[in-house]
């Protein structure tokens, strides 16, 4: 009924293999009147790889609305490349709703200030300055019959720089949203490092040719489970050295990497896509409320 009001057509990208892949093209084929996409940003990005990779025919958008995820450089890059769109990245969860959105200026994530008011806080609670990544709490009084005070919803951000965005509003504007706190990872020295930054290390190394997808999980303090599908044989033994090295450059130089082959890796309960977790950490997971004054309980 919405969706024929507002002239949308859904598109299951729950689980994406390729029929899977090939229909999402074809419906995307069968409506070219339709100029914007909103989508879960792994889910567009991996039908972008599989379009390029496959050659198919190319079907532009005006814009695409990218949430539920990172919209990571190399995400943003393939999204541009193979839609041709202007990439806006959103912010937003099934509790709070809509929360934060790019504008055209792309100079972060303009908050939607007349309702939500966003913290940054590190581990104590203290405010975080701009460009240091710290906890968010959401202040949301327009749902009377559910309003959230300073909740901890699970997400890692970090504020732009303050000042008018040269689109001209004032709202603030968040730099980035850095993954889930419950998926960082703990390095040998006790250092956390946010998902974000990891994907985005890891994908330096990654050889998108050789492997398709993939997973890392700590298992343990110093024990790591990378996961990946292949693609093909040639120069993938080669390609794990790389990859491997490259973690223990960010996560310690005696910590183990354990490398299994699978044939695939399952998705959230919510069907996105899973490229960090942190299991060890999960079996502290600290409250998700977080109390004024006093320190994250754990
Ligand atoms: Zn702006």
Redesign the pocket.
């Known amino acids: 009924m919405l969706n024929g009001l507002l002239g949308a057509v859904g598109i299951n990208a729950f689980r994406a293999k390729e029929a899977e892949l090939r229909q999402q093209h074809a419906a995307m084929m069968a409506r070219p009147d339709i100029q914007h996409l909103m989508t879960y940003v792994d889910a567009a990005a991996g039908l972008a790889l599989f379009i390029k990779e496959q050659n198919l025919q190319r079907r532009p958008f005006r814009t695409i609305m990218a949430c539920a995820g990172s919209v990571t450089p190399e995400y943003r890059k393939i999204l541009e490349e193979v839609f041709q769109a202007e990439v806006f990245d959103k912010y937003g969860s099934r509790e709070c709703c809509d929360m934060a959105c ?4 792309h ?2 994530l ?1 908050v939607y200030s007349p309702n939500v008011f966003l913290e940054i806080v590190d581990e104590r609670g203290a405010p975080c300055p701009p460009g240091e990544t710290g906890h968010l709490l959401v202040t949301l009084l327009n749902n009377p019959s559910f309003p959230m005070i300073r909740y901890k919803i699970g997400d890692l951000a970090e504020w732009a720089e303050p000042g008018r ?5 004032g709202w603030p ?1 968040l730099k980035s949203l850095q993954g889930r706190a419950d998926d960082m990872l703990t390095t040998e020295d006790g250092t956390l490092l946010s998902s974000v930054f990891v994907r985005h290390f890891v994908g330096v190394s990654l050889n998108r040719q050789i492997i398709r997808e993939w997973q890392l999980e700590q298992v343990e303090a110093k024990w790591f489970v990378f996961r990946y599908i292949p693609l093909k044989a040639e120069g993938l033994s080669a390609n794990l050295n790389e990859i491997t090295s490259s973690f223990q450059l960010a996560l310690g130089k005696n910590v183990t990497i354990e490398l299994q082959q699978v044939n695939e890796i399952p998705l959230a309960p919510t069907g996105k896509v899973r490229w960090i977790i942190n299991g060890a950490h999960r079996k502290r997971r600290s409250p998700d409320v977080f109390v004024e004054g006093e320190p994250t309980r754990t």
Do not use: L, Q, V, W
Not at 102 to 105: I, K, Q, S, T
Not at 165 to 169: D, H, K, L, W
């Open positions: 790019e504008c055209r200026r100079g972060g303009h965005c040269p689109c001209g509003s504007r």
